[in-house]
């Protein structure tokens, strides 16, 4: 007889003489009465999505890359009936005598069944879709550099403020000091990480500009040698960053228990520490699978194949999509 703690959690197990419900009748009148209100509904929880531009940048980074592995994967499938089809082709070559010749017309001359040119069509076309998503990322990053700079200043007015403390009253002096202490460590690691921020975008919007004809007449290669430079950069923001995830955790790890709760009532202080700790192991989760993908593109010949590379793209894609859908809920 199995033990009740190898049954899961949840709702109470029913026992075997209770009746099992009635399931519900499935309207299919009320279902067309309520789509045109769902369907509304999606679409202006859609358009709060679209709001800014980091909202459209997670929009197409999930489409993009989710894109990109459906077509690596519909290739994948269509694999084993290209092959039977290449030996099909095979045999009636060999039936043919020496001076007879094989010609197609067309590419649908080809002994494809329509479902596997079908999903060669899909595949195709969900390729092209994620390069063309790739391409607008790429330039909507243009104007990136712009909050880099705001991003530098906020550092170098934190740095003067820790340098020249405000002339004020010594208890605002000493709550300044306990709500917002210095960190070096954390210091050196903004300054690195936008240190490596700046090459990236630099790079990135020259080779960008260059291949458009529009600045800098860089040749192929050379705009080449660029972008694997400027995902060399990225690789060492992802770095660093996972470097900072770590000290942030191991610094939250140092407090008293008194530290942690503060002002706070317990179970506003548990809250909190389970919101931290579920955004601190995304964020871990999000660099983990771009670490790889800043390494493959910083390579000429690259690291990893078309399928991986949709694979890992869309971890992060799907975390920041299902995040902003929370957040612009209702």
């Not at 190898?6 to 309520?34: M, N, R, Y």
């Not at 989710?66 to 519909?74: E, N």
């Not at 690789?235 to 530290?259: D, M, N, P, T, W």
């Not at 660099?287 to 890992?312: C, D, Q, R, Y």
Request: aromatic residues 8%.
């Amino acid at each position: 007889m199995p033990s009740t703690a190898d049954l899961p959690s949840g709702e109470p197990v029913p026992t075997s003489g209770a009746p099992l419900p009635k399931p519900k009748p499935i309207h299919l009148k009320g279902l067309f009465q309520t789509a045109p209100s769902n369907i509304d509904a999606f679409l202006a929880h859609l358009h709060r999505c679209l709001q800014t531009p980091s909202g459209i940048d997670t929009l197409l980074l999930f489409i993009g890359y989710t894109s990109r592995l459906s077509a690596s994967v519909l290739q994948a499938l269509t694999g084993p009936a290209i092959q039977r089809s290449a030996k099909q082709l095979l045999a009636i070559a060999d039936a043919l005598p020496p001076s007879a010749t094989l010609v197609f017309a067309t590419t649908k001359s080809f002994p494809f069944s329509p479902s596997v040119a079908l999903v060669l069509r899909v595949a195709k076309r969900l390729k092209a879709l994620s390069v063309l998503l790739s391409e607008i990322r790429t330039f909507m990053r243009l104007w990136g550099l712009l909050n880099m700079y705001f991003w530098g200043r906020g550092l170098v007015l934190k740095w003067r403020q820790s340098k020249n403390p405000p002339q004020s009253s010594s208890d605002e002096k000493e709550k300044a000091a306990k709500t917002a202490p210095t960190d070096k460590v954390e210091t050196t690691i903004a300054w690195a990480q936008l240190t490596a921020c700046v090459v990236f975008q630099s790079l990135e919007n020259a080779t960008y500009l260059s291949s458009k004809g529009i600045l800098l007449d860089w040749a192929p290669a050379t705009q080449g040698r660029a972008a694997r430079w400027s995902a060399r950069f990225w690789g060492a923001f992802v770095g660093i960053e996972l470097g900072r995830l770590l000290y942030e955790s191991h610094k939250r790890g140092q407090r008293s228990a008194r530290e942690r709760i503060g002002s706070r009532t317990v179970a506003e202080a548990e809250r909190d520490e389970r919101e931290w700790g579920e955004a601190w192991r995304k964020s871990v989760v999000r660099n983990l699978a771009w670490a790889p993908l800043t390494v493959h593109w910083s390579l000429e010949k690259g690291l990893v194949g078309e399928m991986a590379i949709g694979a890992l793209a869309s971890i992060p894609g799907v975390i920041q999509m299902r995040d902003l859908w929370r957040r612009t809920a209702e």
